[in-house]
């Protein structure tokens, strides 16, 4: 729940304005001089990033100070330094003002007063109160200062009564002893500072009983990480605004789907290792569910989506249709990796490029360079048949004779620089896959993935069909991990009794076939590489539209392409007419599917299938449909839809009778109707606004109690729903 008061429009443009100031203080802190305190691996670089995430949220802002206090900047996080920082700002800061401070560190309980302090550098455990600054102090402190507006961040929650699912525990920031225990009495303290003040707002890197887990892979502690990327712009609301609300969600959300998608690889890596005979199980990761302590509703607006490119992870990808003739299901596939896979891929045989350099397009795609922050992934997706020799070597053959021999890829997967590796062999007719799977894999440490299915002679696409099929039908925006898409994949291909070999190892960071954030499931057709003597019903393309595809194409692998984006709606469309469009043999079905395949080739029945069995609402399948689509293609979509379904006329009313006239009064406000739609989008995108829209039109007149239970029986996702139901709990 957002705090009341803090940063409403006012204050938001006494910020921009200069009107008022924005103070913040940022203390990470690594080493400590008492060896009882352990030394931690990211809370300065977590300081020094999250600082520089702040000077792009807040360029708008003129008049700001940032005072940053962490092992490697000259003035160093001890107790006395940052006592009279804190006390700086307190002073300076006026009724108008905003103070932010972050904190990264140990959370220690002094033992005999069982407060909760904050732990610097020069901090010792035998004299915690005068050494360390108790939470108490601080809230006292911030309590002083005349700015209605502040926002505290703590990346210092721990606990030391954890059990651990699978036996010994992952490395967290803080061991096993309960001194560090210190949640239960910050959320104690940090109640007690909201409810004395509308403008207070924190948040807690993890609940009660709880780790505020650090992975390698990121960099920085998970919560931190978060917060970094929710205020270069991930978080920002549709005006490109930064409040705590939304960034809080953001944080929220990711913190807790980072986790689960580490644990389903754990599971899949475990369950592997137990087929296996291998006892060392690792550990799942327990949840880490961030805190928000806040009264009241409102604003607390803390910057403004930057105008920088969007973070993207580099990701490569080769892919090998060695097969005659080509397929229609691998040029779709290979739309699909460009578009919601978010590769840079190349594509072989293409008329620039055959078969033969194969070798030379595989060192290049593993050979990729990246920065420290960067992990790179790489696709290696080839389709050939498998032969074997007497000598033993085993070779892979493509149509036009090029081969490439088991022990060459091998070579070329371990000169490999790239940091995650996926591997599909999609080999027809193949018997010896399990040889492939054991002379490929790189060890337990390597971040790799190898899937292996040889599709029967009667069925050759049939893996390459399921591979299209489970990733045509995920949501680009939520992304899809390798480990729930290798489950699917397996149930997707069990009815036909094609078998999938996998290998899966790394337990250092999350492996995505699918990384999310991606606006459409479909990349624009690249030319050149359709199949060889396709016929096709498309009509020429005009070289405008050339350009346009290009440029689309360049704005998708940049990331400039809007996550959330609105197209025009089926409202005025007639009911029984839209009917037609999903009635199987109807002439109107096929004219959509017509109309669909146009703009996303031949997977556009299987996603009409798709929709039919998701929603009754006949407008919501087309929505559904749209969503497929980049955007200029949507506005093509509609308009052909409009022009082969009638619009809705509406019949003048007869004149009753007044009594006739009266209906029931209406319970909703208009403002109420407003702040549904708002959170209902922030928290499971645009099609919140069209469930908002639905409901009130079945029920406009049902008490706020009702709506709000309506519509949360929409929400798939029981966690979701109860957030949304508690952003409204003080007006239940």
Request: aromatic share 6%.
């Amino acid at each position: 729940m957002s705090p009341l008061g803090v940063g409403n429009s006012h204050s938001q443009n006494t910020l921009q304005t200069g009107e008022a100031k924005l103070w913040v203080l940022l203390v990470g802190v690594n080493q400590y001089q008492d060896t009882g305190l352990p030394s931690l691996r990211y809370p300065a670089v977590d300081c020094k990033g999250l600082g520089e995430a702040l000077t792009i949220a807040t360029q708008r802002f003129p008049h700001k100070e940032v005072i940053i206090h962490h092992d490697f900047t000259p003035v160093k996080p001890i107790v006395t330094t940052v006592r009279q920082s804190l006390q700086h700002i307190v002073s300076q800061t006026r009724s108008q003002d905003t103070i932010l401070l972050y904190f990264s560190g140990h959370g220690i309980l002094e033992p005999n007063t069982q407060q909760a302090v904050l732990c610097m550098t020069d901090t010792q455990k035998n004299d915690l109160l005068n050494t360390g600054i108790p939470m108490q102090e601080l809230l006292q402190i911030l309590g002083n200062s005349s700015a209605h507006q502040q926002l505290v961040c703590l990346d210092t929650c721990h606990s030391g009564d954890m059990v651990f699912v699978g036996g010994k525990a992952p490395l967290s920031r803080d061991g096993e002893n309960s001194c560090f225990e210190t949640t239960s009495q910050m959320l104690e303290v940090l109640r007690q500072r909201a409810a004395q003040s509308k403008g207070f707002c924190a948040l807690l890197s993890c609940d009660r009983g709880q780790k505020s887990w650090e992975f390698p892979e990121l960099g920085h502690g998970v919560f931190t990480y978060y917060l970094m990327r929710g205020l270069l712009g991930e978080a920002a609301d549709a005006e490109g605004i930064i409040e705590a609300d939304g960034l809080y969600k953001f944080v929220y959300r990711q913190t807790l789907q980072y986790i689960d998608k580490l644990n389903q690889q754990l599971r899949l890596i475990n369950q592997q290792k137990r087929l296996r005979g291998d006892s060392h199980i690792q550990p799942e990761y327990p949840l880490q569910t961030p805190k928000r302590i806040v009264e009241g509703v409102g604003e607390l607006v803390i910057g403004f989506k930057a105008n920088v490119k969007a973070f993207r992870q580099p990701r490569h990808a080769l892919l090998v249709d060695g097969l005659s003739p080509r397929s229609q299901t691998i040029s779709d596939l290979n739309r699909v990796l460009r578009g919601a896979g978010g590769f840079d891929l190349e594509f072989l045989p293409h008329k620039n490029q055959k078969l033969s350099s194969i070798r030379s397009a595989m060192h290049k795609c593993l050979q990729t360079t990246a920065n420290q922050q960067e992990i790179p992934t790489t696709l290696l997706y080839l389709r050939g048949e498998i032969a074997e020799i007497e000598d033993g070597e085993a070779w892979l053959i493509f149509a036009d004779g090029t081969r490439l021999s088991r022990s060459q890829l091998r070579q070329e997967l371990r000169r490999a620089t790239t940091a995650q590796q996926i591997v599909i062999l999609d080999c027809p007719g193949a018997t010896t896959l399990e040889n492939w799977l054991e002379d490929l894999q790189m060890g337990t440490e390597q971040s790799q993935c190898i899937i292996a299915s040889a599709s029967t002679p009667e069925q050759p696409d049939a893996f390459s069909q399921a591979i299209l099929a489970t990733l045509t039908i995920s949501n680009p925006q939520q992304g899809l991990p390798l480990a729930a898409w290798i489950n699917q994949l397996r149930s997707h291909l069990q009815p036909q009794n094609v078998y999938t070999h996998v290998w899966l190892s790394g337990t250092r960071g999350v492996i995505d076939i699918l990384p999310g954030c991606i606006s459409s499931i479909f990349a624009p057709e690249i030319t050149g590489i359709k199949p060889v003597n396709e016929q096709t019903t498309e009509k020429n393309i005009s070289l405008a539209e050339l350009e346009l595809q290009k440029l689309q194409l360049e704005r998708f692998k940049q990331g400039e392409l809007p996550h959330k984006y609105n197209f025009s709606t089926f409202e005025s469309l007639d009911e029984i007419a839209l009917e037609s469009l999903f009635t199987i043999g109807s002439i109107q079905h096929s004219q959509l599917e017509e109309i669909l395949t146009k703009f996303i080739g031949t997977i556009a029945p299987i996603l009409i299938r798709k929709t039919l069995n998701k929603t009754t609402n006949f407008r919501q399948k087309l929505e559904e449909l749209a969503s497929h689509l980049l955007p200029e293609q949507q506005v093509k979509f509609t308009t052909q839809i409009h022009q082969i379904i009638p619009t809705l006329i509406l019949q003048p009313q007869a004149k009753d009778s007044p009594e006739e006239r009266i209906s029931p009064p209406k319970l909703l406000a208009e403002n109420f109707l407003q702040k549904c739609d708002r959170e209902l989008i922030n928290l499971i995108g645009p099609i919140g606004n069209f469930i908002v829209k639905e409901v009130y039109k079945k029920y406009p007149h049902i008490s706020p109690a009702e709506f709000l239970q309506k519509l949360a029986k929409e929400i798939p996702n029981q966690q979701i729903a109860a957030e949304f139901m508690q952003q409204f709990a003080k007006e239940l």
